[in-house]
Antibody, heavy 122, light 107 residues
């Protein structure tokens, strides 16, 4: 059974960096068949896919255009986890952030983290 | 980006009712569609993929249909645990995008 456990602060000041981590159990961040995603949810933007990291003989990343200039998603193979960094945050980045695994079927999400409410406020 | 439009945005129904939710894609996505159920304070739960295939463990009262641009999620006989918000998601191309959700409420 795959489990994803999120950690990170719930309050970030404007212009600073949002950092979250997703620890994986029951699968490997280096799996050649999985991909590891970050998704956020807010009342104004709904569910919004942010990006992913995956390994296919080497590491790849894909990012949403809306955050591409500000986001980094990194794997950490030593801890079997992956992380989200979102730079230069504004109050519009306030949302519940989820990590999720892509299903074997294709680019949909079969396992999710518990969610982290991140508020951007001074 | 592919836009996903769900209707209705909310529906009031009673236990035992049949409920149908519609999802429309702004361009053809073949059968690259997934459905999720979300309850308050929880992460979405993966229900259906490939437009019509139930994820393991999902009750058979849930069904999905459609291809191209028009899709439906049907709950054949609504149970108390089905009151939730439902989302569609296109899996055809990046960026992956979601519908705005349909809230199924108790009548």
């Amino acid at each position: 059974q795959v489990q994803l456990q999120q950690s990170g602060p719930g309050l970030v000041k404007p212009s600073q960096t949002l950092s979250l981590t997703c620890a994986i159990s029951g699968d490997s961040v280096s799996s050649n068949s999985a991909a590891w995603n970050w998704i956020r949810q807010s009342p104004s933007r709904g569910l919004e896919w942010l990006g992913r990291t995956y390994y296919r003989s080497k590491w790849y990343n894909d990012y949403a255009v809306s955050v591409k200039s500000r986001v980094i998603i990194n794997p950490d193979t030593s801890k079997n986890q992956f992380s989200l960094q979102l730079n230069s945050v504004t109050p519009e980045d306030t949302a519940v952030y989820y990590c999720a695994r892509e299903a074997n079927w294709g680019p949909a999400f079969d396992y999710w983290g518990q969610g982290t409410l991140v508020t951007v406020s001074s | 980006d592919i836009q996903m439009t769900q209707s209705p945005s909310s529906v009031s129904a009673s236990v035992g009712d049949r409920v149908t939710i519609t999802c429309r894609a702004s361009q053809g996505i073949a059968s690259w569609l997934a459905w999720y159920q979300q309850k308050p304070g929880k992460a979405p739960k993966f229900l259906i993929y490939g437009a019509s295939t139930l994820q393991t463990g999902v009750p058979s009262r849930f069904s999905g249909s459609g291809s191209g641009t028009d899709f439906t999620l049907t709950i054949s006989s609504l149970q108390p645990e089905d009151f939730a918000t439902y989302y569609c998601q296109q899996a055809s191309s990046y960026p992956l995008t979601f519908g705005g959700g349909t809230k199924v409420e108790i009548k």
